[in-house]
């Protein structure tokens, strides 16, 4: 079989429907030859090793064959396929031949431990698995819960690639139209604060997130991503922006070496670049400690929990033609809002240390947002400007529904004529420039008598101590108490070091005449935090760890 662009997408693949893959195969002739791909392997030290480049063109055509092979193993439009593979060129060919196929991929965080994985798996009863060897397996051990797979498809990673360019591609059978409503995937929350839901993406929805990413960042054709969330890497050829795949464990992100993802950066002159805080913190250390600047990059998307107003000091200096930005969303949407690194250092960043929470910044075009009274009921109570409640989202990328999970959508989804607006399960608040502030996660609320105390608030005052790396705000016995991670453990080993610790704090906060809400003070060696982004701190689990325990009382008046 020809497979040129003009016998190809003219005859077999319908260009004028709303499928998400669409984008892939109209980009414009003038970038067809320009690296979609690169997959680099680096030494420790950030020396290259190996590299593997493809064009766009070289990409359309595996996607091409992995559509026939998929098609020849039974999957067509429609059908549920479960994807377990490593993220890299296989994950991103896989993806795109299945959502021009108009079939499901399911996305599942493996790391979040095997009895939630089992549990999601079998909650959205795939048809199809295509994995690696190991997924295979577990499929077969845990036959319970992979019960309704009738196809698997292995994905031997040494091998799948050159397998594919060696199939025989004698017909691709014409595929069906895609609608915008039609279902395009179903991606699993993390499951930080209660367990993982599948959400449910139309295609239409990808299509406005891609329109959204665009406007707002002003990403142009032929600039170089190295996204370090694997799914980020699924938006770049739809872009036009060719991906570096980063050498980075998705299970575990904080344990990056940070000299291969500055060599890549600067190898490639990476313009864009994905990741959580952790990791930029990681990195800059890196970059600091080695006299690196990173002056290629345009911007840096810092996202998976709030970035500390120490990170946007840090990279002032590190990015010296581009800027952070910090995008506010969820799995369910994304993205709301997005505040520039420079004005969190201008004007933001004060308020936060004032108990104030955390600015992110101003809704993106074609999103609305409301803050309503915190409530079960699923119903629209406005409250005024400056007034914390709960953060209510509706736009053309918002998610109208969990994957068979009613009780969960009716909770979260507040229906308004033809629209859906989405309960964010985060309390804030927006400010007469309207602006939205982020205040914490509804269920990490402690309650103190009559008073509530949100997260972010109490946390952000605290953080002000410079031994403090990080803290968090608990429930613990009907009052509150911080969880303190300090910069150095070391440190705090014995208890009279710990005492100490307190007595400087004490002192810190009596002489700035700060009153504190929080009297109860723990030590923990490093944060329990989510696998996704390694940042998200488990504040339900600290709060589980320390209900039994006798606090160092911090007793500042």
């Keep these: 079989?020809?497979?040129?662009?003009?016998?190809?997408?003219?005859?077999?693949?319908?260009?004028?429907?709303?499928?998400?893959?669409?984008?892939?195969?109209?980009?414009?002739?003038?970038?067809?030859?320009?690296?979609?791909?690169?997959?680099?392997?680096?030494?420790?030290?950030?020396?290259?090793?190996?590299?593997?480049?493809?064009?766009?063109?070289?990409?359309?055509?595996?996607?091409l064959k992995c559509i026939y092979l998929l098609q020849s193993q039974g999957i067509g439009k429609g059908m549920r396929t479960l994807l377990l593979v490593r993220p890299g060129q296989e994950l991103i060919v896989i993806c795109f031949a299945l959502f021009r196929l108009g079939a499901v991929p399911i996305v599942i965080d493996p790391g979040m431990g095997l009895s939630k994985f089992k549990r999601a798996v079998a909650h959205s009863k795939p048809?199809?698995?295509?994995?690696?060897?190991?997924?295979?397996?577990?499929?077969?051990?845990?036959?319970?819960?992979?019960?309704?797979?009738?196809?698997?498809?292995?994905?031997?990673?040494?091998?799948?690639?050159?397998?594919?360019?060696?199939?025989?591609h004698d017909t691709i059978s014409e595929i069906e139209p895609t609608q915008n409503d039609d279902l395009a995937a179903i991606l699993f929350t993390s499951g930080s604060t209660g367990p993982p839901k599948g959400v449910c993406y139309e295609h239409g929805m990808f299509n406005a997130q891609i329109e959204l990413?665009?406007?707002?960042?002003?990403?142009?054709?032929?600039?170089?991503?190295?996204?370090?969330?694997?799914?980020?890497?699924?938006?770049?050829?739809?872009?036009?922006?060719?991906?570096?795949?980063?050498?980075?464990?998705?299970?575990?992100?904080?344990t990056v070496n940070p000299a291969k993802i500055v060599a890549a950066i600067e190898r490639y002159q990476v313009t864009n670049t994905f990741g959580s805080p952790v990791l930029w913190r990681i990195i800059g250390d890196y970059c600091q400690e080695h006299s690196r600047?990173?002056?290629?990059?345009?911007?840096?998307?810092?996202?998976?929990?709030?970035?500390?107003?120490?990170?946007?000091?840090?990279?002032?200096?590190?990015?010296?033609?581009?800027q952070i930005f910090s995008p506010y969303g969820a799995t369910e949407c994304l993205p709301v809002s997005v505040i520039?690194?420079?004005?969190?250092?201008d004007e933001t960043a004060r308020m936060s240390d004032a108990g104030k929470g955390i600015c992110v910044g101003t809704p993106v075009d074609g999103v609305q947002v409301r803050i309503i009274k915190d409530s079960d009921n699923a119903t629209i109570d406005d409250l005024p400007q400056g007034e914390i409640g709960e953060i209510l989202v509706h736009g053309p990328s918002v998610t109208k529904q969990y994957d068979a999970l009613h009780d969960a959508t009716q909770a979260s989804k507040i229906q308004m004529g033809s629209d859906t607006w989405h309960r964010m399960g985060d309390m804030g608040y927006?400010?007469?420039?309207?602006?939205?502030?982020?205040?914490?996660?509804?269920?990490?609320?402690?309650?103190?008598?009559?008073?509530?105390?949100?997260?972010?608030?109490?946390?952000?005052?605290?953080?002000?101590?410079?031994?403090?790396?990080?803290?968090?705000?608990?429930?613990?016995k009907g009052s509150a108490a911080l969880v303190i991670e300090p910069v150095?453990?070391?440190?705090?080993?014995?208890?009279?070091?710990?005492?100490?610790?307190?007595?400087?704090?004490?002192?810190?906060?009596?002489?700035?005449?700060?009153?504190?809400?929080?009297?109860?003070?723990?030590?923990?060696?490093?944060?329990?935090?989510?696998?996704?982004?390694?940042?998200?701190?488990?504040?339900?689990?600290?709060?589980?760890?320390?209900?039994n325990r006798n606090a160092y009382k911090l007793q500042v008046v």
Excluded at 128 to 137: F, H, P, T
Excluded at 234 to 252: D, Q
Excluded at 430 to 443: A, M, T
Aim: one cysteine or more; a positive charge.
């Design 1 to 63: 079989m020809d497979f040129s662009p003009e016998h190809n997408f003219r005859t077999h693949l319908p260009l004028e429907d709303s499928n998400v893959a669409n984008h892939l195969f109209r980009v414009g002739n003038d970038i067809l030859k320009n690296p979609a791909l690169i997959n680099a392997q680096w030494d420790n030290a950030g020396k290259l090793l190996d590299e593997d480049i493809w064009s766009f063109c070289e990409l359309q055509h595996k996607v």
């Design 293 to 322: 600047t990173l002056a290629s990059l345009k911007r840096i998307l810092v996202a998976g929990a709030a970035a500390p107003t120490s990170l946007y000091r840090q990279y002032e200096t590190l990015l010296p033609n581009g």
């Design 430 to 476: 927006l400010d007469d420039s309207g602006r939205l502030w982020f205040c914490g996660r509804k269920v990490e609320r402690v309650y103190v008598g009559s008073e509530t105390l949100y997260t972010e608030c109490v946390e952000g005052v605290f953080n002000r101590f410079h031994r403090i790396k990080r803290s968090a705000l608990i429930q613990y």
């Design 127 to 168: 048809e199809a698995l295509v994995g690696i060897s190991k997924a295979i397996l577990i499929s077969k051990l845990f036959k319970q819960s992979f019960r309704t797979i009738k196809h698997r498809i292995l994905v031997n990673e040494s091998k799948f690639l050159s397998e594919l360019d060696l199939q025989k």
């Design 213 to 254: 990413l665009k406007t707002r960042f002003d990403i142009r054709p032929g600039e170089i991503d190295l996204p370090m969330l694997p799914l980020f890497a699924l938006f770049n050829p739809a872009m036009g922006m060719t991906t570096v795949i980063p050498e980075i464990n998705p299970s575990r992100p904080a």
């Design 488 to 547: 150095s453990w070391g440190s705090l080993r014995h208890v009279a070091l710990r005492r100490k610790f307190v007595q400087e704090m004490r002192t810190f906060f009596e002489e700035q005449s700060i009153d504190l809400p929080v009297d109860n003070i723990f030590f923990i060696q490093a944060m329990p935090v989510d696998v996704r982004h390694n940042a998200k701190i488990h504040r339900l689990t600290l709060a589980k760890r320390f209900a």
């Design 340 to 345: 520039e690194g420079q004005l969190v250092l």
